[in-house]
């Protein structure tokens, strides 16, 4: 490791602490849209305040008003910062006044160092030339206080998402933050990232800056948030003292949803049949460290009408070994064989596994799994234009229809099929992306982290949705980072460690103390797979 851990509690902030933030009667359209209808936000010096809502609930809309991505003028209502009003042009203004947004999607220079990324824009130089010598020193000290101790010369690619949401904080304390707004910080981490970085939110709280966290991680949002702000559907609901309170992830999820829910996960009757797909011994190399196995030997099998899991922690190689089947689109120096329907049938390009019947929906749905400057519909026909083409030309009408029947069957929150599917919010998104794959009439879905970044209620529907491809008699294969997510929807589990698989679990044999030993073991060439 290079950084310490942290350990953090949700230590409420004085209860009559003075407001340091209050948004007044926001209201924020884009054509044909509400986003934002009459809200209200207060918060208070020194506090953690989460905001909570489901996807296209506008938080996000929220905060790009606040930090001035959306300038004054753009929207209705009005914003005073530490008792005065304001009123920002862009991002550089609120960030003057000491207002920092650090979004989901990372805003650093991947090839740049971390010193370059944290003075990127605000150079340390003398005379127009760079010291290079002050720029190190004041990004040490700087990484010191976030508890990373990589040297600052090292580039951003060379290093995880997790040390990479230090750097953006980092970055911030550069900047004389006061306000701290976070979109998603956790939602690509690994649990022992996620425990460092809410730790290091702890730590900022104690010194007295505040911090704005929106997250879908409700239980994180207990354990650290002093207060919330719950919003649906484009206004204000309620404000919680999370310990006064007495808040819990069901009263969270009532006031998110409006609506009781019974259970998180729909429930399902099982009707397995025989085996689609076995994929046996295979190994896959890192694509560049050639010598590297990042796949070893790895076997699994899927049936007809069932859901198969894939738990490992991050970097076990479940995503590696999910591309790599899906016609080699990671790896090098891949041996093994892909059996479809008792026939070998190993892909050895994308296309070659859409046309024997595989499909693989992408972790990273907006630099993969969607094109998001075009249309929903184009992106829903993209992976089976044939099937909307006469003559190699695309059929406008055919494409529009094929569109609209899943608009209306996935319930993607668009008034129509040319909304620009970056404009949709990520559980909506995420419905594209699974439509995509669906109208190939795939027998095997491969889906990787299909719930990641989206709130319960469309969590809710996604996990309807593979139920009912499942009872279809489809095959599917579903990655998850969390573990309630595949214990409550697969009828086996593979558990993968450094590129082995290291265990086979039944439904009902699954918990989550049996995964994680798996999820953890060693590896050992002699070793068999426990079952």
Partial sequence: MSYTTTPYSAQPSAPHAETILEMRSITKTFPGVIALQDVNLAVRKGEIHAIC??????????????????????????????GSPVQFRNIRD???HGIVIIHQELALSPYLSIAENLFLGNERSSRGVIDWNKTNAEATKLLAQVGLKDSPETRIYDIGVGKQQLVEIAKALSKDVKLLILDEPTAALNDEDSAHLLG????????????????????????IADRTTVIRDGRTIKTLDMKADAVTEEVLIRSMVGREMGSRFPTRTPNIGSEVLRVEDWTVH??????????????????????????????????????????RAYGTRITGR?????????????GAAIDVGIAYATEDRKRYGLNLLTDIKRNIASASLKKVSKY???????????AERYRTE??????????????????????????????TDADVLILDEPTRGIDVGAKYEIYTIINDLASAGKAIIMISSELPELLGMCDRIYAISEGRVTGEVLREDANEETLMRYMTMENDTDQEVAR
Avoid at 306 to 327: D, H, K, P, Q, Y
Avoid at 392 to 402: I, L, N, P, T
Wanted: positive net charge.
């Fill in 53 to 82: 809502g489901e996807n296209g609930a506008g938080k996000s809309t929220l905060m790009k008003v606040l930090s001035g991505v959306y300038p004054h003028g753009t929207y209705d209502g009005s914003i005073v910062f530490e």
């Fill in 94 to 96: 609120s960030e003057h």
């Fill in 200 to 223: 290091l939110i702890e730590t900022l709280r104690q010194r007295g800056i505040t911090s704005i966290i929106i997250s879908h991680k409700l239980a994180e949002i207990i354990r």
């Fill in 286 to 327: 890192h694509p560049i460290q050639q010598d590297r196995k990042v796949v070893d030997n790895a076997s699994i099998t899927v049936r007809r009408g069932e859901v198969v899991g894939l738990a490992g922690l991050m970097g076990a190689g479940r995503t590696e070994f999910a591309m790599s089947v899906f016609g």
């Fill in 338 to 350: 892909v059996i479809k329907d008792g026939k070998d049938v190993t892909p050895h390009s994308v």
């Fill in 392 to 402: 190699g030309v695309v059929d406008g009408g055919a494409e529009a229809k094929v």
């Fill in 410 to 439: 996935m319930n993607i929150k668009a008034p129509n099929v040319d909304v620009v599917t970056g404009n949709l919010s990520g559980g909506n998104q995420q419905k594209v992306v699974l439509s995509k794959w669906i109208y």
